[in-house]
Nanobody, 122 residues
Framework: QVQLVESGGGLVQAGGSLRLSCAAS????????VGWFRQAPGKEREFVAT????????YYADSVKGRFTISRDMAKNTVYLHMNSLKPEDTAVYYC???????????????WGQGTQVTVSS
């Protein structure tokens, strides 16, 4: 069992930055990949980025590549999403999730946090 808690969302102007945190607990956490997803009103949940906790490999959606960075601190059992050059279209509820697979597919993530709102004003 893995428990995930997100924090760090908020309101920011376009061009600004935010850092989201995903604090995890659970004995087998180190075996999982952790991903960030987002869901805007009226839209499907979409992949943003993921990191494999064992090897540190990272993957990004094209829409955020070069602006967002995912990282991990294994000592703190925490995964971060550093978001720079934010745009109004980045506005969404952001979720972190854990999967035993190295994947971008939403349905392959077994554990989810409660989400944190990110709002980017123009």
């Amino acid at each position: 069992q893995v428990q995930l808690v997100e924090s760090g969302g908020g309101l920011v102007q376009a061009g600004g930055s935010l850092r989201l945190s995903c604090a995890a607990s659970g004995r087998t956490f180190s075996r999982y990949a952790v991903g960030w997803f987002r869901q805007a009103p009226g839209k499907e949940r979409e992949f943003v980025a993921t990191i494999t906790l064992s090897g540190g490999r990272t993957y990004y959606a094209d829409s955020v590549k070069g602006r967002f960075t995912i990282s991990r601190d294994m000592a703190k059992n925490t995964v971060y999403l550093h978001m720079n050059s934010l745009k109004p279209e980045d506005t969404a509820v952001y979720y972190c999730a854990a999967s035993p697979y190295e994947t971008r597919e939403v349905q392959k993530y077994d554990y989810w946090g409660q989400g944190t709102q990110v709002t980017v004003s123009s």
